[in-house]
Nanobody, 114 residues
Framework: VQLAESGGGLVQPGGSLKLSCAAS????????IGWYRQAPGKQRESVAN???????TYLDSVKGRFTISRDAAKNTVYLQMNSLKPEDTAVYYC?????????WGQGTQVTVAS
């Protein structure tokens, strides 16, 4: 499966961004969809996930600020990010799991700075 992220950029603290991950397959074929991020010098971490039809989980530090969602008609997964903080700066990746294995997108840079 091919994944293409978009929507990253430079935003001031307190601002918002909405990331998109367009998939080449019907997103309801995936048993797991997730957004991950990797900051310089740090390990990649899970930010938000959808497991099955309704299992939503979030990294503690983004709860209440980030929302993962999906649009089956567009085969697209979104990450709405509000109240952004400098520590949210990272490359954000989309990841899916399905019967053929896992796939990663190429990543999109998010920079939160004044």
């Amino acid at each position: 499966v091919q994944l293409a992220e978009s929507g990253g950029g430079l935003v001031q603290p307190g601002g918002s961004l909405k990331l998109s991950c367009a998939a080449s397959e019907n997103i309801f074929r995936f048993n797991h969809i997730g957004w991950y991020r990797q900051a310089p010098g740090k390990q990649r971490e899970s930010v938000a996930n959808i497991t099955g039809m309704s299992g939503y989980t979030y990294l503690d530090s983004v709860k209440g600020r980030f929302t993962i969602s999906r649009d089956a008609a567009k085969n697209t997964v979104y990450l709405q990010m509000n109240s952004l903080k400098p520590e949210d700066t990272a490359v954000y990746y989309c990841h899916v799991d399905w019967y053929l294995g896992g796939s990663w997108g190429q990543g999109t840079q998010v920079t939160v700075a004044s």
